[in-house]
C-alpha cells in the first residue's frame, strides 16, 4: 500500500477536491483509499474524454481537479486536452499508471505505453516519473501547485515498477 | 421548430445567476447572437463534451445549469448520459436541441434520423426525460424543469436549421475568466 498511500497523501496535502477516474488494475488501491476515506469527491466516468469534460466544469466553478486513468486513456483524451485544455487554459493533475513497459505481459498495452511520453510532448503537458513514494508524495505536492502555475494540466507517470511499492514486500 | 427558437426560449426563461454551457459550432454562435451573458460559457471546440462541462459545473454550484447540446454530440458522447445520472446531479437541465443532423458541419444526418430515440436512451440510464415538437411544449418542459430540484434532460425535436450569425469574437481565455468571475462574484 506504501506507492498507493504516497499518491493519496499528494492529492490530499495538494489541496486536490474533485476527482474523476477510470479505472487500472494498478489504480485499485488509490481507488479504495479515496472512496474509503470519503475526503476528495470522487465521481467514476465512462471515458477518460469524459473525464477531462467534467473536471473542465469543476475548475471552472473553482475546484481543483485530478483525473485518475490508465495511459491508454491518454488517447481517448487527446482533443479535449487540445481544443478545451489548451484553448482555455485549464489545470488538472493527471495521475497516470503507465502499462506497456517494463514487465508488462499483455501485448495491446505496448503501443500505447511506448507513445505515451511522445503525446504528452505533443500536448506539451510536462510529466514526472516518481521511481518511489517518496518522490510521489513531493512530486504531486509540487505537481499539484505548478498545474496552476501554467494554467494546464501537469502528468504524474507511475509505471510498474512503482506499484510495486503496493506489494508489501518491497519496502 | 428551429434550435434559435429553443435557445431564445431558454434566454427568456433563464434568471440571471443561471448558466449555460453551449455546444461547439453554431448553437454557441445563435446563443452569443440571442444574449451574449457573463455566464455563458461557449464551448468552442471538445465536440461531445458540454454535457460533461455542465455537469462538472452543476456539482459545485447551487444555481441551476442548462446545457445547449446537439444530438451528434449526445451520440459522440452517450456514456454522459449515464454518468449524469450516476451522480445524483439536481440542478442540471439538459436541452437536447435534436434536428436529426449534424447541424453546424452542413445536416448530415444523425442516426435519431432513423431509429435512435434518445429520450429511451436517457431513461434507460435513469434519467427524468421528456420530448417535445413544438415550442410551446418546450417553454412548458423547460420552466417546469427551473422549478424542479430534479435534474431533467428536454429533447426538443427541431428541423434542421442554422441561423446567420456572427463568429463568436471574444478570445477563449476571456470567456473562462468572465465565467469565472461571475461565478466568484455573487
Ligand atoms: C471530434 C470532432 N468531430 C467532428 C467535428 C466537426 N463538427 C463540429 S460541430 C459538429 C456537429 C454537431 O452536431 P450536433 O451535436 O447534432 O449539433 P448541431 O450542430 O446539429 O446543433 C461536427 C460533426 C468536431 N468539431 N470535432
Redesign the interface.
Known amino acids: 500500500m506504501k506507492g498507493s498511500l504516497a499518491v493519496y497523501r499528494g492529492l490530499i496535502d495538494g489541496g486536490i477536491n474533485f476527482i474523476c477516474s477510470v479505472p487500472c488494475a494498478n489504480l485499485k488501491n488509490l481507488l479504495n483509499l479515496i472512496e474509503s476515506e470519503r475526503k476528495i469527491f470522487h465521481l467514476p466516468t465512462t471515458r477518460e474524454e469524459e473525464a477531462f469534460g467534467i473536471c473542465a466544469g469543476a475548475y471552472l466553478s473553482g475546484k481543483k481537479t485530478a483525473i485518475l486513468m490508465q495511459n491508454s486513456g491518454l488517447g481517448n483524451s487527446i482533443n479535449a486536452i487540445a481544443s478545451l485544455y489548451k484553448v482555455y487554459q485549464i489545470p488538472t493533475l493527471l495521475i497516470i499508471s503507465h502499462r506497456g513497459l517494463l514487465k508488462e505481459q499483455i501485448p495491446a498495452q505496448i503501443p500505447m505505453g511506448l507513445w505515451t511520453e511522445k503525446l504528452l510532448d505533443v500536448c506539451e503537458i510536462p510529466f514526472f516519473k516518481p521511481k518511489n513514494p517518496e518522490e510521489a508524495y513531493k512530486i504531486i505536492l509540487e505537481g499539484a501547485k505548478y498545474m496552476d502555475k501554467i494554467s494546464y494540466p501537469v502528468a504524474i507517470l507511475l509505471d510498474a515498477l512503482y506499484w510495486e511499492y503496493d506489494n508489501d514486500v518491497k519496502k | 421548430m428551429r434550435r434559435i427558437e429553443v435557445i431564445k426560449k431558454i434566454v427568456e426563461n433563464v434568471k440571471d445567476n443561471e448558466i449555460i ?1 453551449s455546444n461547439i459550432g453554431v448553437p454557441s454562435k445563435e446563443l452569443y447572437y440571442l444574449k451574449d451573458r457573463d455566464r455563458n ?1 461557449y ?19 447551487n444555481e441551476k445549469v442548462i446545457v445547449i447540446d446537439g444530438d451528434g454530440s449526445i451520440l459522440m ?1 452517450l ?2 448520459l ?2 449524469i445520472s ?2 445524483g446531479v439536481k440542478n442540471l437541465i439538459l436541452v437536447v436541441v435534436d434536428n436529426s443532423v449534424y447541424g453546424s458541419t452542413g445536416n448530415q444526418k444523425t442516426h435519431t434520423s432513423k431509429n435512435t430515440n434518445i429520450k429511451k436512451i436517457a431513461e434507460g440510464c435513469g434519467l427524468d426525460s421528456v420530448e417535445v415538437n413544438n415550442l410551446e411544449d418546450f417553454e412548458k418542459e423547460f420552466k417546469k424543469s427551473l422549478n424542479t430540484d430534479k435534474c431533467r434532460v428536454i429533447i426538443a425535436k427541431t428541423i434542421p436549421y442554422n441561423e446567420k450569425v456572427p463568429n463568436i469574437d471574444i478570445p ?2 476571456m ?2 475568466f468572465r ?2 468571475n461571475s ?2 462574484e455573487k
Open positions: 454551457v460559457f464551448m468552442l471546440g471538445s465536440m461531445g463534451l458540454a454535457s460533461s462541462i455542465g455537469l462538472g459545473i452543476a456539482l459545485n454550484c458522447n456514456g454522459t449515464s454518468t450516476y451522480s477563449p481565455v470567456i473562462k465565467f469565472m461565478l466568484v
